[in-house]
């Protein structure tokens, strides 16, 4: 089904421990004489401690001085901003991780070419996010403070609740009332799976009718029965780093089919850069998209892969993959079954911080029949694949008009679904400082 990605393997019923995730390695990469691409799964523990503290960055430049370095930045960001899209498409975006967000405390987000306090004033309560600052006059509201339940302004100390209304000004002369300008933007907020996710639209920063009322999603968040956190998935981890690259560049991947070649056609040791020897990976995409007005806004890419091992194609290792994009690639949800063992779920998630400049999050759980080692497995070998796009996504440029071939995918027709995710107002978000 839609979300799924099934790799076949030998029957793991009777095995337990080691030997039962020493099978499972085996059978997601081949169940060949090679005994040492088996012994590359327990490599790969060291090759992740040598290599964790040190992040993958763009190498285009390591020869060059500062004084290049910066005038080539400068000319990119200007050639860049001149070709692509507007900077943040409207869609549901994770703001925060969970753990980050205390209660009765504020956190401060500048994002989406807006400034946000997020807070949450009991335990189990929905946050509640706001615009940062005061319509009063101006004051930051992330320095202020909690009190019954709303946001406090450090500066007149004037009162708002999770709807950004004002309920109390503590000077308000007997008699008078609080004016209807006294309010403040309410964003449209959700947990997903450990992130607090807000629902953005440029038009509800320019539309004045939009300043009094409790906004509103057009669509939710998409939801998977089997995905379900109440029926014993356990959380395992996160990761995050800041790509400097436009947003619907990774929705454009699942269409650009032959890409998968060049930067995804050998295998990895996971969480690294280092290539296992011999082992090749051959890919068949497919892209689609909704067409009814329930799910529109939703998209999913699938992929045959079967590996090649010294040019041996091995037909037993075939896996097929399906993801799900919600909305503009803000959440995109992977899950990983492994038969006879369990599931896997990657959470990946893309939040524009600025104009090329995406913070990217993934969180990822599985059942508790899952062992541990191979979930760290599996989700290394997806982080270590995407890796291999960072340096072309921050040094690229946007061709409005690509000179397709037959077989390069569905770009085109991908761009168009993505359009609606722009409006008139997305070009005028940072208008003052950027001219779209």
Not at 10 to 15: G, I, N
């Amino acid at each position: 089904g839609r979300g799924q990605i099934i790799f076949k393997q030998p029957d793991l019923r009777e095995k337990k421990g080691v030997r039962k995730v020493m099978d499972a390695l085996f059978g997601l990469m081949s169940a060949t004489p090679l005994s040492w691409i088996i012994l590359g799964g327990i490599f790969s523990l060291f090759v992740y401690f040598l290599f964790k503290r040190n992040p993958i960055t763009s190498s285009s430049f390591k020869s060059a001085n500062d004084a290049q370095k910066k005038q080539h930045a400068k000319h990119l960001f200007s050639l860049r901003r001149s070709r692509y899209p507007p900077a943040f498409p409207n869609g549901w975006y994770p703001l925060l991780n969970i753990e980050q967000l205390k209660t009765n405390e504020i956190q401060r987000v500048n994002a989406l070419g807006h400034q946000f306090v997020v807070f949450r004033s009991q335990p189990d309560s929905t946050p509640t996010v706001l615009d940062a600052f005061c319509p009063h006059n101006g004051a930051d509201l992330s320095i202020g403070t909690i009190k019954d339940g709303c946001v406090q302004c450090p500066f007149h100390l004037w009162e708002f609740n999770e709807s950004g209304k004002c309920v109390n000004i503590p000077y308000l002369k007997e008699g008078s009332t609080i004016p209807n300008s006294a309010h403040t933007r309410s964003w449209p907020v959700t947990e997903y799976f450990g992130y607090v996710c807000i629902f953005f639209h440029a038009d509800f920063l320019f539309e004045e009718e939009n300043e009094n009322q409790k906004l509103e999603a057009p669509y939710p968040l998409h939801t998977i029965p089997e995905m379900d956190i109440g029926s014993g998935l356990v959380f395992y981890g996160r990761t995050e780093r800041v790509v400097k690259m436009h947003i619907e560049e990774f929705a454009e991947n699942a269409a650009d089919f032959q890409h998968f070649e060049p930067l995804h056609g050998k295998m990895l040791f996971p969480w690294s850069t280092i290539a296992i020897p011999g082992v090749t990976i051959l890919h068949k995409a497919d892209w689609t998209c909704g067409e009814t007005e329930a799910d529109k806004h939703l998209s999913w890419f699938s992929d045959q892969a079967t590996l090649k091992i010294f040019g041996r194609q091995i037909t037993r290792t075939s896996a097929s993959a399906q993801i799900t994009f919600i909305g503009p690639a803000g959440i995109v949800v992977f899950e990983i079954e492994v038969p006879d063992v369990g599931r896997i779920f990657i959470i990946q998630s893309h939040l524009p911080l600025a104009p090329f400049e995406q913070c990217v999050r993934f969180r990822w759980f599985a059942e508790k029949s899952v062992p541990r080692l191979l979930v760290w497995y599996v989700v290394g070998n997806w982080i270590a694949a995407w890796r291999n796009d960072i340096d072309v996504w921050e040094s690229k440029t946007y061709v409005k008009k690509p000179a397709l071939v037959r077989g390069d995918g569905p770009i085109m027709k991908l761009r168009r679904w993505y359009s609606q995710f722009y409006c008139e107002n997305s070009k005028r978000v940072l208008q003052n400082n950027f001219e779209w």
